[in-house]
């Protein structure tokens, strides 16, 4: 899971610590319009880029820019021996090969078109694999030509129209998809304004001319084990490290030591489960010895069950075992078990809450003496089903979404399937592969496609072809496809599932062009062992639907050529950070979703082994990416303006419909997801409702579009055997706008039931446990004619009855 859209360049780090360029973009912004205002120095009405000779400089920089290194490491510099004109210019340098840039961030009129030019001069540049010395706009594949070896000074330009863009980050760039070595220097880059469009909106609609039909897996979701999408986000379970992977006591353990800590230790000769377990040691004074976990939450109420599996010296007896929802006023109950012995033996556990807490804590002690062990112990509320959170399933069954791609995503690399399977107090912990965090196995293949069942969705598994081989994936597919008398079916048939579940579809690892991910190779090796993977999955069941590694550009092209015997539809991610500019952050979403179509469009021309061939995209990660964490590891929040861009981009997919066959929106809880969670409560962000409003009454056969409706984006399709159509507006302006509107093949009806989803502002969000501020608001009868007026920030979604 990485950003790997076409509006980045490759980053040389581990998904975790990946840097979003537009982030720091967004900083650089900051920074240059407060530069502005405190130095004096501003952009001309002819050029609006400041500084754009780099004469002001502070701290040995130019004001108004930022320098990035998108693979490190470059020397940046301002030279005051080197210039085009007046006496400064700026200096990239590299020996080792960078991919690095001064960048500023520029105001611009959407919807007009603009030159971009500027000086460059180079020494010794070579640029490898990249493009060399250039000015680009990040985010738009938008670039001059690229000066390399030694040249004096060269004027470069590109022209460029912004469309729905009103903010660009200039870059001077150095590398450029790749490393450069050698040294460039910048000076006098301009943006000139050449013309501009007046928007007045308008739209023809014709009912008669049909598209491709709307996949309905486009609305597919994406959940991984990482940071609190499945642990504390979907799975009931509330202790952290329930099995002990980390000591008692020590900095990264969630259980604490009651009585000396000197009295509790790892016993690595008798463990339950793991490596070790944790041995308390009684004094015989009466006094109190054992462990704890604090910050669990409780309702008043509310009943809780478990289980805890212990085994103790005659001495030891009883243990107790406690759920405190105020510790220091006693308010407690307890359970005293006395039937144990030096055998390890599972207690079940039901507790009910008196009072209400966020820092409830359970308690497992012994005023004995000699010793008692805790193997393992589990807590959930008694309303889970089957192991997940009831509040959860509730509104994942509201998203309707219809296909779930598990486990990773980057952790799929590093994991063993055969891990998740068995008695989950059993099954060992392991430290997360990729990402922070432990990986309790309690969430396996069996309690996946439960989770499956329990929503009405789809299963898509990914398999490891990171650390893994291609035995080890075909033995999944046969444990999960295969009949009960094969070799896998018969274990599965152990584990109380007779039948086997017949899951379709199947991705041939992760991200794999990536240097982050675990396992990662050249691509000329992987395609041969891509192909081994697919000949040994499809011998076990040759009806899966295999889904193979791309990345648009040299990866995708190489796979679709050595590989497409072996593939049905072809992986693509991308992520969007936050841009300045509520345009041009709305806007990025849709034009990666439409980049990656025309790619996919162009290697079904060029590449000769796609003919007679139909390899679909399957976006398997898509969303924006940026922010603090929030809820937990990568749990960032999402606002208004992100719904927007969700939805705009739900628009491109439907215009893309002939060859995008499925999304999966990453990821669906917590983890940039769609639904955010506490411990006791849940709620939709705006992308979730996008998700939800789309899923639920937009139309599957999308139909001709014409006009020039910007800065509004207009979709239409019909559903329901043609009896409704459906019609919605997405308008992304703080102002209300109007849209004169026509229709061919139907009359203009009076009313139509409406769906708005809009807010108070573009950082408006929702929160769980509060009430949201982002809803989606029904009306029965709106009114509907050849003018529809568009709230700002809103999307509109019109369902019209047609006929009888």
């Known amino acids: 899971m990485k950003n790997t859209g076409k509006n980045n360049h490759m980053l040389d780090f581990k998904g975790l610590t990946v840097l979003f360029v537009v982030i720091v973009a967004l900083i650089g912004y900051a920074f240059s319009m407060q530069e502005k205002k405190s130095s004096g120095f501003t952009a001309s009405a002819k050029n609006p880029i400041a500084n754009p000779s780099f004469e002001d400089v502070e701290r040995n920089r130019p004001k108004g820019w930022r320098t990035v290194n998108w693979q490190p490491k470059a020397e940046f510099a301002v030279d005051e021996s080197v210039a085009h004109s007046g006496k400064r210019s700026i200096r990239i340098s590299s020996a080792d090969g960078a991919d690095s840039s001064f960048q500023s961030i520029v105001v611009v009129q959407p919807y007009a078109k603009y030159r971009l030019s500027g000086w460059i001069k180079t020494r010794d540049l070579k640029p490898g694999t990249s493009k060399g010395a250039l000015i680009n706009l990040h985010a738009m594949d938008i670039m001059t030509k690229a000066v390399s070896g030694t040249q004096d000074w060269t004027r470069v330009e590109v022209v460029f129209d912004t469309a729905g863009t009103d903010a660009v980050s200039v870059n001077c760039l150095f590398g450029g998809w790749g490393k450069a070595t050698g040294t460039a220097w910048y000076d006098d880059v301009q943006l000139e304004l050449l013309s501009a469009r007046t928007l007045k909106p308008e739209a023809a609609i014709d009912t008669t001319k049909s598209m491709a039909p709307i996949s309905k897996y486009i609305y597919g979701q994406f959940i991984e084990h990482l940071g609190r999408c499945i642990y504390q986000g979907i799975w009931a379970e509330m202790l952290e490290d329930r099995k002990f992977y980390y000591p008692v006591g020590g900095k990264e353990s969630a259980w604490k030591i009651i009585g000396e ?20 040691r009684l004094k015989g004074t009466g006094e109190a010895g054992g462990i704890y976990q604090d910050n669990l939450a409780v309702i008043k109420g509310k009943s809780y069950v478990g289980r805890v599996v212990l085994a103790a010296d005659p001495g030891a007896l009883p243990i107790q075992v406690s759920l405190a929802w105020d510790p220091g006023a006693g308010e407690r109950q307890t359970l005293s078990l006395s039937e144990l012995s030096n055998d390890y033996r599972t207690v079940p556990l039901s507790f009910k ?39 959860v399933l509730k509104l994942l069954k509201e998203l309707d979404a219809p296909v779930y791609r598990w486990p990773g995503g980057n952790f799929v690399s590093g994991y063993d399937w055969k891990d998740g399977l068995g008695d989950p107090d059993r099954r060992p912990p392991r430290k997360n592969p990729a ?9 396996g293949i069996h309690e996946f496609l439960d989770f499956c069942r329990l929503i009405g969705t789809d299963p898509y598994i990914s398999v490891n072809s990171g650390q893994g081989s291609e035995t080890l994936a075909a033995e999944e597919v046969e444990y999960v496809n295969g009949a009960a008398d094969t070799a896998m079916g018969k274990w599965r048939v152990q584990n109380c599932h007779p039948q086997p579940w017949g899951v379709k579809f199947w991705s041939i690892g992760n991200e794999m062009y990536g240097n982050w991910q675990l396992g990662h190779m050249p691509l000329q090796d992987y395609m041969k062992k891509h192909n081994r993977f697919g000949q040994a999955m499809r011998a076990k069941d040759p009806t899966i639907k295999l889904i193979a590694v791309g990345a648009v550009g040299t990866w995708s092209e190489g796979m679709l050529a050595n590989c497409a015997d072996f593939m049905d539809y072809m992986s693509e991610h991308f992520y969007c950070g936050e841009l300045p500019g509520l345009l041009s952050h709305i806007s990025q979403i849709p034009r990666e979703v439409r980049q990656i179509a025309q790619a996919h469009r162009k290697y079904r021309t060029t590449i000769p082994a796609l003919k007679g061939k139909d390899i679909r995209i399957a976006l398997d990660e898509w969303n924006f990416w940026y922010g603090p964490d929030l809820y937990g590891e990568i749990g960032v929040r999402y606002f208004l303006k992100d719904g927007l861009g969700i939805a705009e981009g739900l628009h491109e997919y439907f215009r893309q419909s002939d060859i995008i066959y499925m999304a999966n929106y990453a990821q669906t809880v917590n983890v940039i997801g769609a639904i955010k969670t506490t411990k006791t409560a849940a709620e939709f962000e705006t992308t979730g409702l996008v998700l939800k409003l789309y899923r639920a009454h937009y139309g599957t056969i999308p139909v001709q579009v014409s006009g020039a409706p910007e800065p509004l984006d207009v979709a239409a399709a019909w559903k329901e055997g043609k009896k409704v159509l459906t019609v919605a507006v997405v308008n992304p302006t703080k102002t209300a706008q109007t849209l004169p509107l026509s229709f061919k093949g139907i009359s203009f009806p009076k009313s139509a039931r409406l769906y708005l989803i ?20 029904e009306t029965g ?24």
Do not use: C
């Open 758 to 777: 809009t807010g108070s502002n573009e950082m408006a969000y929702n929160e769980p446990g509060k009430e949201p501020a982002v809803k989606i608001q």
């Open 781 to 804: 009868n709106a009114p509907f004619g050849s003018k529809l007026t568009l709230p700002p920030l809103s999307i509109s979604l019109y369902e019209i009855r047609v006929g009888k």
């Open 353 to 391: 809450a008196e009072g209400t807490s966020e820092n409830a804590r359970l308690e497992i002690i012994s005023k004995g003496n000699e010793a008692f062990r805790v193997g393992t112990v589990s807590i959930m509320p008694a309303d889970n089903i089957e192991g997940f959170r009831p509040e």
């Open 261 to 280: 800590p000197r009295n509790v230790r790892m016993n690595p000769i008798l463990p339950y489960v793991g490596v070790h377990v944790p041995e308390i």
């Open 435 to 443: 990402w922070l965090g432990i990986e309790h196995n309690d969430v």
